[in-house]
């Protein structure tokens, strides 16, 4: 089965390659020995208009120079006639000049003249004349002599047209002959090259087609049902129709795409390894480009004027192989700000190649419009909280200073009064800490002796905890570096303090802090050997108010709030913070901090 099947596809090509080479072969010949006898008829065609313009020129510049230099009734103008020009006439009005030689004897000149009015324009053509039986060359102008206009009448003797024309058509014929068959030649190496490629398309007709398959195409073929060329027409109309298919359900796909990211809210900006944009949704382009709505092919810096944004999206397209995420306040047009939240992926090809990035911006202005607003609101309470409890903790130290001989359940209920307003005033210190840290927009910076900082911020802890058992293991892998020194000393002394709080109930508190760094950022550890917390509590342990244990800590009390204060501090420094906790052994806390700030 499988022998018959190859012997079939090749008698196939075989007898392809044969009809193919045939007429190809023969086409070409054809065209060729065509090509050939047009050229033979255009170049006798030029070289008889050469000669001819030769045998005028001559003559026409024989007759100048005499008339240079001599009358025009001289009787040697006629001098002039030789064996190619046999007649030359010039008239003026009146005046006639005529010169001719014996072929003309006994032809009256009006005879001879009215053959020029067979030229119709031309100021030569070769003519027939039947009363001397013989083709002559007739050539009209006009000349100036003597500030008058002479038209000139010259006929010449065609033998030497001919004569030429005869030695032109041997020496054509010499060199045809071996120029024909060298075409020859090459038509059917041409005809050759030709079947192959032709051959090759069928066969891949035969693997692609839905309409030929290898047994009718022989049948096909065999029977002169249709050329080749028949075949590879209706094969590609058959294509043509498939791929306006696909075009159109492609159009339909895309089209839906298109609509999906129009939709979207937030703006959507991919852009090129070169920083020419590929897309833009139209949220995009009405938030940033004031004076197009078409922004494709232009440079995303063509569109995008903040400073500090086109850094970010450089610093993004030169480490495509990451995610970066930040915030940005955007002055979009005069006095009108927003805030957005920009998170860029690389965009990859097939391959996993980066071939650029796209940038996501959420819009967050009317969410820092709300949170300004409870901002706003945190820190007006909580002054005008503070100060009826800072009156109430004085009146009560004030009644406690009156008289010495209070019972024990009293001196209770005065120590509870104090106590909770000390809670109240530490909740709404901690609340208007938040709402200052949220609302910093610009971090001072500047360059920290981590040594210092780090000893400094544990000795002032542990002042509030002199009754616990608390050992704290300092390491320094890093020296210094360039930070806000404030924020970064509230960082150690809330996750310490938080360590010691939440891990009274050992014995021997031990706190581990170090620091370290690589080429692009520092990194400070804090770990403890806690209770540890559950992985379930894990995700919230920095939101507000969110506490792991409501029971914990009830000496030391506590608002719910340190560990976002923490948070939102490390990420107005540009940082991560991330934490790693096991029950019964300890928790770590684990912050990024960036090398690249400048102060």
């Not at 102008?141 to 024309?165: C, D, G, P, R």
């Not at 129709?241 to 298109?258: G, H, Q």
């Not at 819009?363 to 945190?378: G, I, W, Y």
Request: hydrophobic share 40%.
């Amino acid at each position: 089965m499988v022998i018959e099947s190859l012997t079939t596809k090749h008698k196939l090509f075989r007898n392809l390659t044969w009809r193919i080479f045939k007429r190809f072969a023969l086409v070409q010949t054809i065209a060729m020995a065509l090509a050939i006898i047009l050229t033979i008829l255009v170049a006798r065609d030029r070289i008889n208009k050469v000669a001819a313009n030769n045998l005028v020129s001559q003559s026409r510049n024989h007759v100048n120079i005499f008339l240079r230099y001599n009358e025009i009734n001289d009787p040697r103008l006629c001098n002039a006639l030789n064996d190619d020009l046999i007649y030359l006439a010039l008239f003026h009005a009146t005046e006639q000049y005529i010169c001719k030689s014996n072929n003309f004897d006994g032809v009256k000149n009006q005879d001879i003249l009215r053959v020029f009015d067979d030229l119709k324009g031309e100021d030569k053509k070769l003519l027939y004349n039947k009363r001397l039986n013989n083709d002559f060359l007739y050539y009209h102008s006009e000349i100036t002599f003597a500030e008058k206009a002479y038209s000139v009448y010259m006929i010449f003797n065609a033998e030497k047209i001919f004569q030429f024309l005869v030695k032109t058509n041997n020496s054509i014929l010499i060199y045809i002959f071996p120029i024909f068959i060298i075409s020859t030649l090459l038509s059917l190496f041409g005809a050759m090259k030709m079947a192959n490629p032709l051959r090759s398309i069928l066969s891949k007709i035969i693997s692609f087609s839905n309409i030929y398959t290898k047994d009718n195409l022989i049948s096909e073929i065999e029977n002169s049902t249709q050329s080749e060329w028949e075949i590879i027409e209706r094969s590609i109309d058959e294509s043509e129709y498939t791929n306006r298919k696909l075009l159109s359900n492609l159009k339909k796909e895309s089209s839906k795409f298109y609509t999906l990211l129009e939709s979207i809210s937030d703006s959507i900006l991919a852009i090129d390894s070169k920083g020419k944009i590929l897309f833009a949704n139209n949220a995009f382009v009405s938030s940033f480009s004031k004076r197009t709505t078409k922004v494709d092919n232009l440079n995303y810096i063509d569109v995008i004027r903040n400073h500090d944004l086109m850094k970010f999206i450089e610093s993004s397209l030169t480490s495509d192989s990451y995610s970066f995420s930040a915030e940005f306040a955007i002055e979009i047009s005069e006095g009108k700000k927003k805030y957005f939240y920009i998170n860029t992926n690389p965009l990859k090809d097939t391959a996993g190649n980066s071939y650029g990035i796209v940038c996501i911006f959420h819009d967050l202005t009317s969410l820092k419009m709300a949170e300004k607003m409870r901002s706003d609101f945190v820190a007006n309470v909580s002054h005008e909280i503070r100060t009826p409890l800072t009156a109430i903790k004085g009146y009560v130290q004030t009644i406690e200073s009156i008289r010495a001989d209070y019972t024990e359940s009293e001196k209770e209920i005065l120590q509870t009064i104090v106590h909770n307003c000390d809670r109240l005033t530490s909740l709404f210190n901690d609340l208007l800490s938040l709402s200052t840290i949220e609302a910093i927009n610009e971090v001072e910076l500047s360059e920290i002796n981590l040594h210092e900082l780090t000893e400094q911020s544990i000795s002032d802890t542990l002042q509030s905890f002199k009754d616990l058992q608390v050992q704290v293991n300092t390491t320094f892998m890093a020296n210094e570096f360039i930070s806000n020194p404030k924020m970064v000393e509230q960082i150690i002394i809330n996750l310490v303090s938080n360590a010691i709080k939440y891990n009274e109930s050992v014995s021997d508190i031990k706190i581990d802090l170090r620091w370290e760094e690589n080429e692009h950022n520092t990194f400070l550890y804090i770990a403890d050997n806690g209770p540890g917390i559950a992985k379930e509590h894990l995700p919230r342990i920095f939101e507000r108010f969110y506490r792991v244990d409501q029971s914990r800590n009830r000496n030391y009390g506590g608002t719910g709030l340190g560990l976002a204060i923490v948070k939102h501090l490390v990420q107005k420094l540009g940082g991560k913070i991330s934490v790693t906790s096991e029950v019964n052994i300890g928790t770590t806390f684990k912050i990024q901090f960036r090398k690249d700030l400048v102060s």
